[in-house]
Nanobody, 129 residues
């Protein structure tokens, strides 16, 4: 199981971006994956990675204080994807954003089922003033 993050880029302050994090199995045609819980983190040079947003298995969400009211985390289980919609971006939102998720998988070819915790590779968001 792996996570692929995308959607980062350069945007002016006040603009918007939507990050995506797609889960996939080792055998795309023979593996079903379901994102159960997910988090978006961000990190800037010299600082620790911080939790920005989280979504629970039941759909409950939590946000870091500075992004409340501006960012929205959501999940589409049909697409095995978690999103982070970022609005009214600020220069201080500039960071590498990482997705992290607990994924339930069913591999029909082996067969095998289980749950794993995975990280995406990071996507850079740059907000210019």
């Amino acid at each position: 199981v792996q996570l692929q993050a995308s959607g980062g880029g350069l945007v002016q302050a006040g603009g918007s971006l939507r990050l995506s994090c797609v889960a996939s199995g080792s055998s795309p045609s023979g593996t079903k994956v379901t994102i159960e819980t997910a988090n978006w983190y961000r990190q800037t040079p010299g600082k620790e990675r911080e939790l920005v947003a989280a979504i629970s298995e039941g759909g409950g969400t939590n946000y870091e204080n500075s992004v409340k009211g501006r960012f929205i985390i959501s999940r589409d289980n049909n697409k095995s994807t978690v999103y982070l919609e970022m609005n009214r971006l600020r220069p201080e939102d500039t960071a590498v954003y990482y997705c992290n998720a607990r994924v339930m998988y069913i591999n029909y070819e082996i067969p095998e089922t289980g749950r794993v915790d995975r990280w995406g590779q990071g996507t850079l968001v740059t907000v210019s003033s």
